[in-house]
């Protein structure tokens, strides 16, 4: 472990001196790669200089025990620095573990409503209003992207940009298929009906990352429907963007303009493209040690909300929190913490392996 600190804290101030040539800052696309780089080392390499500090003054004080003077003093100074020590090391193990490169970005979610008709749909609208929630309480912006409503209040599917740091990092592990048990308001006789929604939680990308042949999008224009206005329902705003060689489809029709609708929907493309491409990558990692957490697959149970019992179950971890009406109004960091702590487990395990 302490062989690949030194690395990393050498890497560190090579990039220190490296992020401040005038030749570097000049190439925008190498400096801003070079500085992100560093930035993802800072938090190791000053753990572990106080790593290091902390060694030296229980070295120090080790020496000092042999004067009878300083004893008593020098050993409340070794057992406290020893202590200390011990505590550091497992914060290091932590800050060692590869991290997801995707932590800090905003992402784009998409709701579906998947089994059981208008309540599916209904269900899929109860989590956007809490994952809008949620975002309210991180101070995250949430953007509609594109949205299919249903009479009653449903969504048979609705696409969202949440913008913030860190959004990534706290919503990735929300992929996946929800389930809910409750007595529908649409059903007469009051049985327990289970219906499902599913989540897919995609970062946002940048132009650097996935590169986007002109030539392979087929662009779409049409009238949007629903709510909007009488300047968007008349115009033919809405766009669609076709990408040929996979088929994959991105539609936009919230915005007002057509430009806007199309800088939408091919954020959500490139989002796409580039989900794709990281679940080729990962399938390997993927089919050698399965996280505990799950894999984030769209076709993975991973949590039921159960109405009667007031009880939401994340299957993955086997949690269960008893807070329905909380949970649903966007408290859900509890859950959300106890599945990084899982997944980083699960990791460290691989890593001592």
Not at 173 to 197: K, L, Y
Not at 335 to 353: C, P, S, W
Request: with cysteine.
């Amino acid at each position: 472990m302490f062989e690949k600190l030194e690395a990393v804290e050498k890497r560190y101030e090579e990039l220190t001196l490296q992020v401040s040539d005038p030749a570097i800052i000049a190439n925008t696309n190498e400096w801003r790669k070079l500085v992100k780089e560093h930035s993802s080392m800072e938090d190791v390499v000053l753990k572990y200089r106080e790593y290091k500090n902390t060694l030296n003054a229980m070295n120090e004080a080790k020496e000092m025990m042999s004067d009878k003077e300083l004893k008593e003093l020098a050993e409340e100074e070794f057992y406290s620095s020893k202590e200390k020590l011990e505590k550091i090391e497992e914060d290091l193990k932590i800050l060692l573990i590869p991290k997801d490169p995707n932590d800090d970005k905003s992402v784009i979610c998409e709701i579906r409503g998947g089994a059981g008709g208008e309540e599916a749909s209904l269900f899929a609208s109860t989590l956007f209003r809490m994952y809008a929630m949620y975002a309210e309480k991180k101070h995250w912006k949430i953007e509609i992207l594109n949205e299919n409503a249903t009479e009653l209040g449903g969504y048979k599917e609705i696409s969202f940009m949440v913008s913030g740091k860190g959004a990534y990092s706290r919503l990735k592990f929300e992929s996946g298929v929800h389930r809910v048990q409750r007595v529908p308001d649409t059903e007469s006789s009051g049985r327990i009906h289970t219906s499902t929604a599913t989540v897919a939680v995609l970062p946002v990308v940048e132009d650097v990352e996935i590169d986007i042949n002109p030539a392979d999008i087929k662009m779409e224009v049409f009238r949007a429907s629903g709510a909007g206005g009488q300047h968007i329902n008349k115009t033919s705003s809405a766009v669609r963007l076709i990408h040929v060689p996979t088929g994959l489809v991105a539609e936009c029709q919230t915005q007002r303009s057509q430009l806007q609708n199309r800088e939408y929907a091919m954020n959500l493309l490139k989002s796409r493209l580039y989900e794709i491409e990281k679940e080729k990558q990962d399938s390997e990692i993927a089919n050698a040690r399965k996280s505990q957490v799950g894999s984030g697959d769209r076709s993975e149970k991973i949590r039921t909300y159960n109405y009667p019992q007031g009880r939401i179950t994340d299957h993955r971890i086997g949690m269960s929190i008893y807070q329905m009406e909380n949970f649903l109004n966007g408290d859900i960091d509890e859950m959300v913490d106890n599945l990084i702590a899982a997944d980083r487990a699960e990791k460290l395990k691989g890593e001592e392996e």
